[in-house]
């Protein structure tokens, strides 16, 4: 375990931690190269942020923010003809609130400054966080950069990335109980936790972070009811207990319980599927994987039980699932910050003339970024069926019973709900079991596609047009075939 001198009951400490000042303020109050730093990465994510807008689950989800502005939060399903009436949980109802009404005030670039700020957000707090326990800026960039490459490659605009921002002010509250948010613990817990549970299933994960903390503390000698352990414990447990002031009470808290019960079925959707280490994201994460070995194993500092005991299960979380490779890093962060941690913050010898032209520089970078991306299109929608619905809208096959892919289904709910609804989106914790093996069995093309198709009385359907299905279709006496285009073709019953 890391060495610290002994602190009263009064004083904060854990292990490895020791109170130190703000990084990037020097000492004396002079404005330090650490601003400079800080600024970029926040630039960086605002530039990834304030990109458009392109996933087919931020489509729904900003299609569900509208519906509650106009008709209230909804309690059962709305957007398909397969499951209608089916009980919903609308577990990211708030982020949903917050799309829909950014996008009725202030359109779609509105959303796009929004997911800008969010990025900003996590650059900001993650480089802040290893700079304030590694007392080195070089290093922090470093630790910084690897632990946010799992988020930059999977972003997406959906509510998870909010779910990330509050991760890392929890982290700021455990790992630096001098910081702002750590003094204030019993106050900012309930608020954090309520915001979060109603954002993003995520803050599940948070709970699982606290609990291991709280955990290896007791195993290092500090036991939970006791000192800043205690203080941390209650505020969880108030944390826990406003969740169920909710639209959902019970059912929003149970919501990652109710999905990860389905199991079988998240088998089949990439996110949920361990990683693979030939795409960007893996090699993200073995990099975050060998800086965190290299550090327990090589860092100034050996790291305490306790560390090991938080970081080791988010690291199997993110090998199980694609998701998680977004959370684990940020939780190794501190852990490998301290082990590499100076003995003291290194002088900082840059002239405020040069730190604050560089802030002003950055910020500049920002304000060109951000008014480049207003002249952009606020939405792509190049690998979704634009063409094929044109064709279904014109030709009177609007309302119809429609069959599209579960991605395709969030672009045809952004554009022409309520006129048409949907087979299957990828709320795969709301439909009924049934209807999403069903849909399994139609996208794959086995045996009985055909007579499920019947069944649910499809009569539209939009499809990629080199496809299995495609041909099986092509080939089928009941669809004939009435639009091509470069990547869905749509398919209609001979009768």
């Given at each position: 375990m890391i060495e610290t001198s002994t602190l009263t009951r009064s004083e904060i400490a854990l292990p490895g931690i020791v109170p130190v000042p703000a990084a990037g303020i020097t000492r004396r109050g002079r404005l330090g190269l650490g601003a400079a730093f800080s600024a970029l990465f926040a630039l960086f994510g605002w530039a990834v942020g304030i990109s458009s807008l392109s996933d087919n689950s931020f489509f729904w989800h900003l299609r569900t923010g509208e519906y509650i502005l106009d008709h209230g939060i909804p309690h059962h399903d709305v957007f398909s003809y397969t499951a209608p009436g089916t009980r919903w949980v609308a577990q990211s109802w708030l982020a949903e609130v917050a799309y829909g009404g950014l996008f009725r005030v202030f359109g779609a670039f509105g959303v796009r400054l929004f997911v800008g700020l969010v990025g900003a957000g996590i650059g900001l707090?993650?480089?802040?966080?290893?700079?304030?326990?590694?007392?080195?800026?070089?290093?922090?960039?470093?630790?910084?950069?690897?632990?946010?490459?799992?988020?930059?490659?999977?972003?997406?605009?959906?509510?998870?990335?909010?779910?990330?921002l509050f991760f890392l002010v929890l982290l700021w509250v455990v790992e630096v109980p001098e910081s702002l948010p750590g003094r204030h613990a019993l106050g900012v817990l309930p608020a954090l936790f309520w915001l979060w549970a109603n954002v993003h299933g995520s803050f599940s994960l948070g709970f699982a972070y606290l609990g291991l903390h709280l955990l290896g503390r007791w195993v290092d000698g500090a036991r939970p009811w006791e000192s800043r352990e205690r203080t941390l414990l209650v505020g969880g447990a108030l944390g826990f207990a406003v969740l169920f002031v909710n639209p959902y009470g019970a059912g929003l808290v149970t919501f990652p319980i109710a999905l990860l019960s389905r199991g079988d079925i998240l088998s089949h959707i990439i996110e949920w599927r361990s990683p693979d280490f030939r795409k960007i994201y893996g090699l993200a994460l073995g990099l975050w994987v060998a800086v965190y070995i290299r550090a327990i194993a090589r860092g100034r500092n050996r790291v305490s039980r306790r560390d090991l005991i938080v970081t080791v299960p988010m690291l199997f979380l993110a090998f199980w699932a694609l998701r998680n490779v977004a959370i684990a890093p940020l939780v190794g962060l501190p852990v490998v910050a301290r082990a590499v941690a100076r003995p003291k913050e290194q002088p900082d010898g840059a002239r405020r003339t040069v730190v604050v032209g560089a802030v002003a520089l950055i910020v500049f970078l920002g304000l060109v970024i951000g008014i480049r991306a207003s002249a952009q299109r606020d939405f792509v929608f190049s690998t979704y069926p634009v063409k094929a619905m044109h064709y279904v809208r014109d030709h009177g096959l609007l309302g119809t019973r429609l069959l599209t892919s579960d991605a395709d289904a969030g672009y045809v709910m952004l554009e022409y709900y309520p006129q048409q609804r949907v087979f299957i989106d990828d709320r795969y914790d709301m439909y009924p079991t049934k209807v999403i093996y069903d849909f399994f069995t139609v996208d794959d093309a086995r045996p009985g596609w055909d007579k499920i198709l019947d069944r649910y009385r499809v009569e539209t359907i939009i499809w990629e047009r080199d496809s299995t299905l495609a041909a099986q279709l092509d080939a089928s006496p009941q669809w004939r075939r009435v639009h091509r285009d470069t990547n869905r073709a749509v398919w209609v019953r001979s009768s």
């Open positions: 707090l993650a480089y802040r966080l290893a700079l304030r326990l590694a007392r080195d800026r070089v290093i922090a960039c470093g630790i910084a950069l690897a632990a946010l490459g799992g988020i930059y490659t999977l972003w997406s605009e959906r509510p998870l990335l909010i779910g990330v």
